[in-house]
Nanobody
Framework: QVQLVESGGGLVQAGGSLRLSCTASGRTFSSYAMGWFRQAPGKEREFVAA????????YYADSVKGRFTISRNNAKNTVYLQMNSLKPEDTAVYHC??????????????????WGQGTQVTVSS
């Protein structure tokens, strides 16, 4: 069983930056593909970014490409989401998720077995 805990959310002005962290318990974190998803009020949950178990492959939604960077430190059991040039439309609850198989479609929430509780990101205009 893996538990995921996100941190780093908050209120920021448009154009600002935040770095989200997701720390995992459990010894098998380094073998998991990890993803970030977000959900705004009244909207569907959407894919943001994902990273392979080694960190060698990264994937981004078109809406965040060039502004967000996903990375991981397996020694610290932590995955990060660096968010720059934030926009009001980035406002959402951000969740990290773990995929123990790492072979599926990283863009689909159904591929992930473990989820954190989420951290709120609010971008003011």
């Amino acid at each position: 069983q893996v538990q995921l805990v996100e941190s780093g959310g908050g209120l920021v002005q448009a154009g600002g930056s935040l770095r989200l962290s997701c720390t995992a318990s459990g010894r098998t974190f380094s073998s998991y593909a990890m993803g970030w998803f977000r959900q705004a009020p009244g909207k569907e949950r959407e894919f943001v970014a994902a990273i392979s178990w080694s960190g060698g492959s990264t994937y981004y939604a078109d809406s965040v490409k060039g502004r967000f960077t996903i990375s991981r430190n397996n020694a610290k059991n932590t995955v990060y989401l660096q968010m720059n040039s934030l926009k009001p439309e980035d406002t959402a609850v951000y969740h990290c998720a773990g995929d123990p198989r790492g072979l599926g479609n990283v863009y689909l929430a159904e591929e992930y077995d473990y989820w954190g509780q989420g951290t709120q990101v609010t971008v003011s205009s």
